[in-house]
Each structure stands twice: as C-alpha cells, then as structure tokens.
C-alpha cells in the first residue's frame, strides 16, 4: 500500500493497540455469572464478536448463553459491572507487539494518529492513560450504545476528515464493514485467529503492528511487546 497518500491513521484499541481480548471477555464472563461453566462459554462467544459495541454484546450473550429476557434494570447493571471490570482489565492487558513504536513512527512522518473503540470515551481515555499511550495519539473517540459504523462515520464528520486519506486498523468484521460504509481504507490485524479468512478487498491481514510496520512502514524493528 501507498503510505505516502494516508494523512489520518485510525486505530481500534482492543486487538490492534492493546492485547485485551481474551482479559475482555473473561471480565464480560465475571459480570454476567459466577458459574465456571457458563463464563466459558460466554468468553467463547465474546471472542466471536469482534468489532461490535458493547451494549450489542451483553443483549447477545444474554440471548444465547443466559437464554432469559434482562429483568428491569439488569442491562445497566451489566453494562456498569462491565465497564468496571473492563477498565482494569484493559489498563493491565500488555500492549501489541509495535504498538509504540508504530504510533511514534507515524508521528514522524506527520500522520495523525486516532484511537477509535467500542470503548465509551471517558473509559478509554482513563485506559489510554493507564498504557501510557496518550501522548503517542492525537485523538481520542470512544463508543458506546451503538455500531462501530456510526463511531467512525462520527468521527470522520466532527473532523471533516477525507474518506480517500485515512486508513483504519482493526481486528474484526465489524470494524472492516465500518471502514467500507465510510469509503476508508482497511488493514486487517488478526494474530492467527482466520476472522478475515473470508473476506476480501482489504490490506493484510497482519500478526500484529510490528508486522505491518516492517512491511509497509521498512522499520527495521517492531519492538517489544508492550514497549
């Protein structure tokens, strides 16, 4: 891919910056129950709903694994109970493999550089913090009730960014139909998981930043994790 044209570089968190899907979903698993047998379950179908937002996640897993309808109230507890065992956990999960130094890499070359999660903005920027990631990014933009599709094409309006100059990196479906609806260019993060194996029309997709960057960026290193 042409680099040289990408003037806004748009990052999902979970997945692509942060290491924190296995610890998210085994959070998602705490808030909803104490029975062993059912967290598993719900940690394996949380890894199945990659790119979409939170509140789309707790009604499925409630559907599919609780197999109940929520009782007043319960889907504010869950959400409240998730944000607060997501928060540690993302603010714990060690970083992908480049992640820093990508971020600074593109610095250099004048490229801003966004976070965009499913993650509502005040959490993720708390989290951000907590990585010491803050100052390698240039803005901020979180999620919330609603489909990563509508995050992005938020963002790209309250910016005015031109769809022709970004690229979006992310780990799932759901951000890869996010960047098609928006007209913005996609590379693909998956470490081995098959989640693009059948699409198409898209950069990659690469184990990790640390791969991306030596590929499309000619760093001689991607870094350490976490680094």
Not at 25 to 42: C, S, V
Not at 61 to 83: D, G, H, Y
Not at 137 to 159: N, Q
């Amino acid at each position: 891919m042409d680099i040289s044209k990408i003037k806004i570089c748009i990052f999902d968190v979970n997945g692509v910056l942060i290491e924190s899907n296995l610890a998210n979903a085994q959070a998602m698993g705490e808030a909803f129950t104490d029975d062993p047998a059912l967290r598993d379950q719900i940690v394996e179908q949380y890894l199945k709903l990659t790119g979409i937002d939170r509140g789309s996640k707790i009604r499925i897993i409630q559907e599919q694994v609780m197999k109940r309808p929520f009782k007043e109230k319960e889907f504010e507890q869950r959400w409240e109970r998730v944000k607060e065992l997501v928060h540690v956990s993302m603010s714990k999960a060690p970083l992908i493999k480049g992640c820093k130094e990508v971020l600074t890499q593109l610095g250099k070359r004048k490229i801003t550089r966004v976070a965009l999660s499913n993650t509502p903005r005040a959490e993720l920027e708390k989290i951000l913090s907590a990585q010491g990631l803050e100052s390698y990014l240039d803005f901020i933009r979180g999620g919330g009730d609603w489909p990563k599709t509508e995050s992005l094409g938020r963002l790209l309006r309250e910016f005015q960014f031109e769809p022709n100059k970004c690229l979006f990196m992310g780990d799932g479906k759901g951000d890869l139909a996010a960047a098609r609806s928006a007209g913005v260019a996609f590379v693909g993060i998956d470490p081995g998981t098959g989640e693009f194996d059948d699409e198409e029309g898209f950069e990659g997709p690469y184990k990790n930043l640390s791969e991306w960057g030596r590929q499309v960026l000619g760093m001689r290193s991607g870094g350490k994790r976490g680094g």
